[in-house]
């Protein structure tokens, strides 16, 4: 099996704040179930910034319909964290 990065962010919405997982076009075979790996990349990333902070700088410095770029997180797909480049975002660009 191969790691695979995965692009994160948090879309604002009117009604909510989306979770987004930019997933590579060439991801490795051993992902099989899309809904799982979403999961599995979501885990990593509130266990490595703290969720509550993150949605608070959106909600203050982001537009509705923007998206918060918040990094990438390299996965193995037994779930394993190999890196991750992951910060607070800042404000809309």
Do not use: N, Y
């Not at 962010?9 to 075979?29: C, H, K, N, Y």
Request: proline share 4%; glycine share 8%.
């Amino acid at each position: 099996m191969c790691a695979d990065t995965f692009g994160v962010g948090v879309r604002l919405t009117e009604e909510e704040f989306e979770f987004v997982v930019g997933v590579p076009s060439d991801i490795d075979a051993g992902w099989t179930d899309p809904e799982e790996f979403q999961s599995l990349v979501a885990e990593a990333v509130w266990e490595r910034l703290d969720r509550r902070a993150v949605l608070a700088s959106i909600a203050e410095r982001f537009e509705t319909g923007k998206t918060a770029t918040l990094g990438t997180v390299t996965l193995d797909p037994d779930g394993t964290v190999i890196t991750h480049e992951l910060d607070v975002p800042d404000r809309d660009e």
